[in-house]
């Protein structure tokens, strides 16, 4: 039989409180804020106590690293990782993936999000903030050099940051700007090929 456990108003819960817990860190961080979330009220949404909530995570900069790691931890493996697109394809599929999520905006990537709230460098999430974005202009730059670009790093870095700034600017001004960035990114793209390259369509 499942071990349940009492949540801080009574109710008899099954095990996941960490899964619960994870889940009410994603609506509540990514709807109202990470700084303006505090224990108490993540507790409440996950209908657990404080002391269950502190054997899971250590502290709130625990969880707030573990939160990201959540969101893509194989970075757009979804993109990157399919072998039915060549790889120019795969470089532009990578700023459709934000915008076919649903039918709202594009929410502010949480990276980026997390990076402006905790101004700490040293935080844990600070720290997986700053290498989920490397890694992703890492992939970035070997998808671009499957494609055969001339400088494939160039490429990458260029790509990423037009994805951070799509994000930003979409949140800034509440209309979707990943369209727009993605007719930007063709641009550079092929500008990047070479002319037999990109007339195969990056064709490794």
Not at 10 to 28: P, T
Request: hydrophobic content about 40%; some cysteine; proline content about 5%.
């Amino acid at each position: 039989m499942t071990k349940l456990e009492m949540g801080p108003q009574g109710r008899r819960r099954g095990r996941g409180a960490r899964e619960r817990i994870l889940s009410a860190s994603q609506r509540l961080f990514r709807t109202q804020g990470i700084n303006r979330t505090g224990m108490d009220q993540l507790c409440a949404e996950a209908q657990v106590s404080k002391r269950t909530a502190y054997q899971h995570f250590a502290g709130k900069d625990d969880l707030v690293a573990e939160y990201l790691r959540r969101f893509d931890p194989d970075v757009m493996a979804g993109v990157f990782d399919r072998t039915d697109l060549t790889p120019r394809e795969r470089l532009l599929a990578a700023f459709e993936l934000p915008a076919s999520r649903s039918d709202e905006l594009t929410p502010l990537c949480p990276y980026i999000e997390a990076a402006v709230e905790i101004h700490d460098p040293g935080h844990p999430a600070s720290r997986y903030a700053r290498d989920y974005k490397l890694a992703l202009a890492a992939r970035l730059a070997a998808a671009a050099r499957e494609a055969g670009a001339t400088d494939p790093e160039q490429l990458g870095e260029q790509l990423a940051l037009l994805l951070d700034g799509a994000s930003a600017r979409t949140r800034v001004l509440n209309a979707e700007s990943f369209p727009t960035a993605a007719a930007i990114a063709a641009v550079l793209i092929d500008n990047a090929l070479p002319a037999t390259d990109r007339d195969r369509g990056g064709e490794s």
